[in-house]
C-alpha cells in the first residue's frame, strides 16, 4: 500500500472546504474542515470570507485587496457564519464588510473575525515593478517540505508529542517547498528573510475567485514565523506562543493556485509581544501577483512547553 497521500482528494476537499453556502441574503456558512482539531487555522477564516464577500459581487469585478482582523481563535469542528454588509457599490468599485461568528452552546454567536474587502471593474493603467523576484532555487530542485518534516520528526524522535507528529506530518492540500530553513527547522538565529514555492497539490478548477481564494487560504503559511527567525526560536520545539492579529492581502494580478507561486517573506520588526511580517508572491515568469502583511503576537514561552 503506497503512503503518497491522495492528493487530488485532498484539493478536493480543500475546493469544498473553501465553498461558502448561502443561507439567506448576505449571510453565508463555511464547513468546518474534516478531521480539525483545536483552533481554526486562520487562512481557511480568511478564504472563506472572501468567498463569501466575492460571491456578493457582481462576476465584473474582481477582489483586489482585503483587510482582516482576528479576534478570537476559532474552534474546529464548528461551522463559521458570514454576515455581509454592502458597504459601496460605485461603476469601478465596490466594498464589503464581513463579520464571522461561530455559535456558542447556548445559542448566542461570538465573533472570530472581521474582514473588508474591495473589489475593481479591471482596466488598463500605468505598470511599472520596483521589486523584482528573489533568485532562488527552483521548485523542481527542492525537497518538499513534507519530506523534510518527517525527517525533522524522526530526528527528534521522542522529543516529539504523538499531538505533534501527527500536526506535522498530516498531508495538507499545499505543497510547499522551501529554499531556506524555517523557523521550525532552525535553532540558529538568522536574517529575517524565507522564500517558500507553494501550490495547489493537485489541479483546481477554472475559477478565478476560487483561485484567490486558495491564495489567500496559503498566505497565511509560513508568514508569522519570520519573525521568529532573527531568535534561532520554534512553535514546534514549545518555545514560543504565539497567534496572527491582522492579516492583510492586495491581489494585483491574476493567478493559478495550482501552479507554483514564491512567497518571498521577510519581518522588519518585533518588539512588545509583537512582530510584523512582509510577503511578496511571484509567479514563476516573476511577475508581482500579490502582496502581504501582517502583524501578530509572538512571545517566548515561559516555563516548560506544555504538553
Known sequence: MSDTPDYARLVEGLVKLLTVERVATDIYVG?????????????????QGLQAAQASVPETKSAHSL???????????????????????????????????????????????????SFQTPEDGLEHLDSPMPEVEDPDTLKSDMETRRAMIEAMGDKVTEDQRALALRPRPIEMRTTDKLHWMNSQAKDPRAHSWF???????????????????????????????????????????????????????????????????????????????????????????ASVAQEGMIRKRVGKPAD
Open 31 to 47: 464547513r468546518p474542515q474534516t478531521g480539525g482539531i483545536g483552533r481554526v487555522f486562520g487562512g481557511q477564516v480568511i478564504a
Open 67 to 117: 483587510h482582516a482582523y482576528f479576534l478570537r481563535g476559532g474552534r474546529e469542528g464548528v461551522p463559521i457564519e458570514y454576515r455581509i454588509e454592502r458597504d459601496f457599490d460605485g461603476r469601478s468599485f465596490a466594498n464589503r464588510r464581513v463579520v464571522a461568528s461561530q455559535e456558542n452552546e447556548d445559542g448566542t454567536a461570538t465573533p472570530i473575525l472581521n474582514l473588508t474587502a
Open 199 to 289: 501550490k495547489a497539490a493537485s489541479a483546481l478548477p477554472d475559477d478565478p475567485a476560487l483561485h484567490r481564494a486558495v491564495i489567500a487560504y496559503a498566505s497565511d503559511y509560513t508568514l508569522l514565523g519570520t519573525s521568529a527567525l532573527p531568535h534561532g526560536l520554534s512553535w514546534m520545539r514549545g518555545e514560543l506562543v504565539g497567534a496572527s492579529l491582522d492579516h492583510t492581502l492586495w491581489f494585483h494580478e491574476e493567478a493559478r493556485a495550482d501552479e507554483w507561486l514564491l512567497y518571498a517573506t521577510d519581518s522588519p520588526w518585533s518588539a512588545g509581544g509583537r512582530g510584523f511580517n512582509r510577503g511578496r508572491i511571484f509567479n514563476k515568469q516573476g511577475m508581482l501577483i
